[in-house]
């Protein structure tokens, strides 16, 4: 597995490399300490399962620098790290499809555990993200908007189930195959479930059927 891990702060830079070591020890981790350095690190082509990404390192806009990372790779999963919880960011996690958001001011088991769903293929989201809301025009609360699909009339696309089984599992970071092991399914079954649930939830991937699903 290949890791880059970019953050300016060396400190911390080495804390997130001790602690994938711990979670992946077969990782092989680069560091990178800005934008261009890490910008080029992608764009050479180098094949990096993951980018551990401090959002401080953007240049312009978050959305446009993850679009940018993305054309360059296109399977590669993006991590935003940011000092503390902005609901900005997390919207741009949204709208660019990254792969989770963690932030730096974490307790480390807290931050080992996110690396370690990250690394198995789960989606991992700070609990802030479920507190965010915003007033509607009645005074009741409900979570900001997600960029992205519109979404489906939900009076028609009630989630089975099964699907909802799947869909709690997601909000815990699972990959396909540990829901598979936790549902006694296989796995290729497990992918039709999950594909059912984006398709209802009106989401591009697992990230926004994550965040779509505290509007349900």
């Known amino acids: 597995m290949h890791i880059v891990v970019a953050d300016s702060q060396p400190i911390f830079r080495q804390a997130l490399c001790d602690l994938l070591h711990r979670v992946a020890d077969d990782a092989v981790i680069v560091e990178t300490s800005d934008w261009n ?4 690190r992608v764009a050479n082509g180098d094949a990096a399962d993951f980018l551990l990404f401090d959002t401080a390192l953007a240049e312009g806009p978050l959305i446009d620098a993850c ?9 590669l999963r ?3 790290l940011s000092a503390r919880f902005e609901s900005g960011i997390y919207r741009a996690f949204a ?17 080992a555990s996110a690396l370690r769903v990250v690394v198995n293929g789960g989606i991992y989201l700070p ?3 479920l507190e965010v809301t915003r007033p509607r025009s009645d005074g009741a609360e409900v979570p900001p908007h997600v ?3 519109a979404p489906m009339d939900r009076s028609r ?6 699907q909802q089984e799947v869909l709690s599992l997601l909000r815990q970071g699972r990959s396909n195959k540990e829901i598979a092991e936790a549902l006694g399914l296989a796995e290729g ?19 926004q059927a994550v965040l779509r699903a505290s509007e349900l």
């Not at 350095?37 to 080029?40: G, K, L, S």
């Not at 709208?95 to 931050?111: D, E, F, R």
């Open 37 to 40: 350095e890490t910008a080029q």
């Open 67 to 75: 679009a940018r990372l993305h054309r360059a790779q296109p399977n």
């Open 78 to 80: 993006i991590v935003l």
């Open 95 to 111: 709208a660019t499809g990254a792969a989770s958001y963690i932030t730096k001011t974490s307790a480390p088991n807290l931050i």
């Open 127 to 129: 609990a802030e993200v």
């Open 147 to 149: 960029p992205g699909p």
């Open 157 to 162: 696309s009630a989630l089975s189930p099964r």
């Open 189 to 207: 079954t497990v992918k039709v479930h999950v594909n059912g649930v984006l398709r209802k939830l009106g989401a591009r991937n697992r990230a």
